[in-house]
Nanobody, 115 residues
């Protein structure tokens, strides 16, 4: 089971940018498909972006063209570059596996977009 620690969240104005990081434990991190999930207040958790073990990416329509997911297998780290942030992006952001299915969740990192 992989353990995950998210960081990089904060308060940003609309149109601003943030870069999230997720440090993962485990020697077989590189074979996992990884994702950034988010949960807005009063809403279900959703998968915002994923990256396969081979580096293929996919995005939810709501973030496509604004967010970029990447990974550094040498550092066991997944990143999420978020540009042109909007108030509707306000949420707690979590990273986790996509394949295998996510199991234990970390505490996430809060992103608040507000003027």
């Amino acid at each position: 089971q992989v353990q995950l620690v998210e960081s990089g969240g904060g308060l940003v104005q609309p149109g601003g940018s943030l870069r999230l990081s997720c440090a993962a434990s485990g020697s077989i991190f590189s074979i996992y498909h990884m994702g950034w999930y988010r949960q807005a207040p009063g809403k279900q958790r959703e998968l915002a972006a994923l990256i396969t073990s081979g580096g293929t990416t996919n995005y939810a329509d709501s973030v496509k063209g604004r967010f970029t997911i990447s990974r550094d297998n040498a550092k066991n780290t997944v990143y999420l570059q978020m540009n042109s942030l909007q108030p509707e992006d306000t949420a707690v952001y979590y990273c986790n596996t996509v394949l295998p299915p996510p199991s234990a969740w970390g505490q996430g990192t809060q992103v608040t977009v507000s003027s």
